[in-house]
Nanobody, 115 residues
Framework: QVRLVQSGGGLVQAGGSLRLSCAAS????????MAWYRQTPGKERELIAG???????NYEDSVKGRFTISRDNARNTVYLQMNSLKFEDTADYYC?????????WGRGTQVTVSS
C-alpha cells in the first residue's frame, strides 16, 4: 500500500519561508513522478509543482521563482521549499503520486501566511 506522510507547514509571516516534506513508502520511489497540490476552501485542488523520476520540474505560474520542488531518492522523500510567501499562498498543501494507475495523496498540511 502506498503511503505519503507529510510534514512541515504552519504559520509564517508574509515574505517568510517554509519547507514541506513528503515521505513515500510502498512504491519504487526512484521511478515515481511526484507532485504538490494546494487547495483553499470552495476551490478545486490545484497542481502547483511536479517533479519527474528523472528530476525534471514544472511549476504553476503563481509560484514560479518562489517555490522549489526537489526529491531525495535515498530518503524516498519529496520536498517543497516555499520562499517569499504571500498571503494568497495560504492553503492546505497535498503531496501526490500516481502509482499503478491509482492516485495517492498525503493527508495534507496547512500553510497560513499572515499579511
Amino acid at each position: 500500500q502506498v503511503r505519503l506522510v507529510q510534514s512541515g507547514g504552519g504559520l509564517v509571516q508574509a515574505g517568510g519561508s517554509l519547507r514541506l516534506s513528503c515521505a513515500a513508502s510502498g512504491l519504487n520511489f526512484k521511478i515515481a513522478n511526484m507532485a504538490w497540490y494546494r487547495q483553499t476552501p470552495g476551490k478545486e485542488r490545484e497542481l502547483i509543482a511536479g517533479i519527474t523520476s528523472s528530476g525534471s520540474t514544472n511549476y504553476e505560474d503563481s509560484v514560479k521563482g518562489r517555490f522549489t520542488i526537489s526529491r531525495d531518492n535515498a530518503r524516498n522523500t519529496v520536498y517543497l521549499q516555499m520562499n517569499s510567501l504571500k498571503f494568497e499562498d495560504t492553503a492546505d498543501y497535498y503531496c501526490q503520486t500516481r502509482w499503478r494507475q491509482s492516485n495517492f495523496w498525503g493527508r495534507g498540511t496547512q500553510v497560513t501566511v499572515s499579511s
